[in-house]
């Protein structure tokens, strides 16, 4: 007896196909650096939970001289930030930066202390961590653009599911170098000004008090400023050009090869 197929239902569906990848294109960088704008900031919210350890420290130190009593009030405000977010059930990332830089300060300051600084060494040595970081992250990331593999490119890698292919296109590597520059602008200004401010405090040449806080001034007043206005060169600069950087018309031969 010969076997019978069995009829198609009518509601059988074709074999799923995999979804495809967005392609490198304009309209995928600008969304890239709009998301990227979102998760830097987190709102007044996130910039206010960041600056709460260096605003606590800061002042606490230049009106009681009291470097320990700094150092534990920003740890235990910053602490109930993030129980108030653990609360809420909302994102830590934010809170966790600042959790993270008082770590790092309140450890360069042991570090100092067991060294036999003094207390305004201690003091400017809260600040150390933090120049330190942006001048690696200035010396990588601007090196990332020398050699022509420019930060933003891999970051565009992971959003079209592709991490290097971008980078056969010189028009994306062109576009990904320029906003990978703005993107390290603002940390290299930093360690332009705030460099020179820590070893004048450091060698005496300014007062600790004076010292720590311009850095403090410097971090907070102009570092946000020069965050945001270097994502909205990245917007703009994504936005004046809306020509697609795959020519459509090449995509049915593509799919066809």
């Not at 076997?3 to 960088?29: F, G, L, M, N, W």
């Not at 600056?51 to 009681?64: H, M």
């Not at 971008?166 to 930093?190: E, F, K, M, S």
């Amino acid at each position: 007896m010969s076997e019978t197929t069995p009829p198609e239902r009518p509601d059988a569906q074709p074999d799923a196909q995999p979804a495809a990848q967005p392609s490198a294109s304009v309209e995928t960088v600008e969304a890239l650096v709009r998301r990227q704008l979102s998760d830097a900031f987190g709102g007044a919210r996130g910039m206010a939970e960041a600056a709460v350890p260096t605003v606590l420290f800061t002042v606490l130190w230049l009106s009681t001289r009291d470097l320990q009593l700094g150092l534990v009030v920003s740890a235990v405000v910053t602490g109930l930030l993030l129980v108030v977010r653990l609360v809420q059930r909302s994102t830590l990332q934010y809170v966790m930066n600042a959790v993270f830089g008082i770590g790092i300060g309140w450890l360069f300051v042991h570090l100092s202390a067991r060294s036999g600084g003094s207390v305004d060494d201690q003091a400017l040595a809260y600040f150390l961590p933090g120049i330190l970081y942006s001048t690696g992250y200035t010396v990588v990331v601007g090196a990332s653009c020398v050699v022509g593999w420019p930060l933003m490119g891999f970051l565009l890698g992971s959003v079209t599911g592709d991490p290097t292919g971008w980078h056969d296109n010189r028009q994306v590597v062109r576009l990904c170098t320029r906003l990978t520059w703005l993107l390290v602008l603002p940390g290299a200004i930093g360690v332009l000004l705030q460099g020179p401010v820590w070893l004048a405090g450091s060698n005496g040449a300014l007062s600790a008090g004076t010292a720590v806080a311009l850095l403090a001034a410097l971090r907070l007043g102009l570092g946000w400023p020069l965050r945001i206005a270097s994502f909205g060169a990245m917007v703009w600069l994504v936005s004046r050009d809306r020509t697609p950087l795959v020519d459509p018309a090449e995509e049915p031969t593509r799919e066809q090869a």
